[in-house]
Each structure stands twice: as structure tokens, then as C-alpha cells.
């Protein structure tokens, strides 16, 4: 196997984190919505980073609003957890590496009280070997310190790890560190390309089964018989439909 260690970031890619279908639960209607919305996420890269304070930002973002809404801002910095819901394929995928002995990583920018939270409402995290949150660190990707710090705690290399998130920027900052890695889009692309890098090349010359090498052999060899006479002749002269390595 290629690669030694996966690593995977949470939001949308273990659990489903939208911001405006989490919102959409707490707030009644669209006015109260777009007033919470411009309070409630202005800081919300801080709170991840975790420049700022998880609890005094929930006090000050309420305090701004009208009163109305302030219970509404409350429940929601108390319960938004609970609408990240999981995506059961990440999960059985996570357990299928884990039933292959793949050692498996988390490295997710979020706010204290997720990393508080997390392990406790999204039993599969237990099946990581180790777990880095953003925001008790004071890093966040797609700075490099984060990743160093994960390469360090863990003791593992770049070039033996593979990336998974689903932004852009996290990616490109994974690549530069030597890490290889994929924009999660789905469950078929991730395990198609690795599936792909794994491939036990050497040296550019890999064994192929018997029968796949009657079957190449029998195609080329359609061809050259539908080749002009002299052509076909030389063409059969260099085949050998059956060679050993390819």
C-alpha cells in the first residue's frame, strides 16, 4: 500500500456541516433568519482559528440582536452540533480502514466546543488513531503550523500520507507540504483514486494475470490481421503475444 496514513477532515466529509440548513432549524423566518445569520457566522473563522472565545463571542453576538432572537442566538450556540449529521459512507469507509489495519487521521478546523463535543456525539472518531481540532490549538489550515503540528504529534511523514478535504485552499496547502491528496466530493472518487495510487508499480513493469495477457494478445492480434499483407507481416514478426512482464 502505498500510503501509510489517511487523513480526514470532519466537516462534509464525516459529518455534513451546511451552515445555512443548520441555521434554518433555530430560525422562524426568513427576516430572522438573515438577521441571525449575518451575527451568528461573522466571526465564525475566528471561532475556528480560535483567535477569539468560544463562550464571550456567543454573550456579544446575543447581546447585539434584537430581543427577540436573543433565546433563538443562545439555543443555537448551545445546540448546532446536533444538525451536523453523519455521512454514513465516510463512516463505513473509516471502518473499512480501520478492519485493514490503515492507521487514520483527524486534522478539522472548528471551534472549541466541537472539539469538546465531537468525540462524544460522533462515535466513529474512535476509530482514529489520532485527532487534531483547530481551534484549542490557536492554527487552523490552510496555515502549514497545523499540519506540522500533526506530522510531529503523530510522527508521521508527508510522503506517506493521503489528504482528504473538501476545500480548495486546505488541499493546495496539503500538496505543498508533500502530502497527496483529493477535494472530497464524494465516497467513488476518493476510493477510485486511491485505488489507482496504489497500484504496486516497479519500475514501471507490473505482472499481469494470465488471462488478461491472452486477451491483450488476441486483441492485437485482430488487429495485425486486418493490417495490409506487408505491414501484417512485419507486425507479426516483432509480437510476442504472450510476454512475461509488460
Known amino acids: 500500500m502505498k500510503?501509510?496514513?489517511?487523513?480526514?477532515?470532519?466537516?462534509?466529509v464525516i459529518g455534513k456541516f451546511?451552515?445555512?440548513y443548520i441555521l434554518g432549524k433555530f430560525a422562524s423566518t426568513p427576516e430572522d433568519y438573515d438577521i441571525l445569520a449575518d451575527a451568528i457566522f461573522k466571526n465564525w473563522v475566528a471561532l475556528d482559528a480560535g483567535t477569539i472565545d468560544y463562550d464571550q463571542n456567543a454573550e456579544d453576538t446575543i447581546?447585539?440582536?434584537?430581543?427577540h432572537l436573543k433565546d433563538t442566538a443562545r439555543d443555537f450556540f448551545e445546540n448546532w452540533f446536533q444538525y451536523v449529521d453523519p455521512l454514513p459512507e465516510t463512516w463505513e469507509f473509516v471502518k473499512e480502514l480501520k478492519a485493514r489495519g490503515v492507521p487514520i487521521y483527524l486534522l478539522s478546523n472548528a471551534s472549541t466546543r466541537f472539539a469538546e463535543r465531537a468525540p462524544e456525539d460522533y462515535p466513529i472518531l474512535k476509530?482514529?488513531?489520532?485527532?487534531?481540532?483547530?481551534a484549542p490549538l490557536k492554527m487552523a489550515k490552510p496555515g502549514h503550523d497545523i499540519y506540522y503540528h500533526l506530522f510531529n504529534k503523530y510522527d508521521l511523514l508527508p510522503s506517506e500520507c493521503f489528504f482528504i478535504d473538501d476545500t480548495v485552499e486546505n488541499v493546495i496547502a496539503s500538496k505543498e507540504l508533500g502530502m497527496e491528496s483529493i477535494l472530497f466530493t464524494g465516497?467513488?472518487?476518493l476510493k477510485g483514486q486511491l485505488s489507482f495510487?496504489?497500484?504496486?508499480?516497479?519500475n514501471k513493469r507490473f505482472s499481469i494475470p494470465l488471462q488478461i495477457r491472452f486477451t491483450i494478445a488476441a486483441t492485437i492480434l485482430t488487429a495485425v490481421d486486418t493490417a495490409p499483407g506487408m505491414i501484417r507481416t512485419e507486425m507479426r514478426g516483432v509480437i510476442n503475444p504472450l510476454p512475461d512482464v509488460m
Not at 500510503?3 to 462534509?12: A, E
Open 197 to 202: 495510487n496504489q497500484l504496486p508499480f516497479f
Open 18 to 20: 451546511k451552515g445555512d
Open 63 to 67: 447581546a447585539g440582536l434584537p430581543d
Open 187 to 189: 465516497l467513488r472518487p
Open 3 to 12: 500510503y501509510k496514513n489517511i487523513i480526514f477532515d470532519f466537516g462534509n
Open 127 to 134: 476509530e482514529f488513531d489520532g485527532i487534531v481540532f483547530s
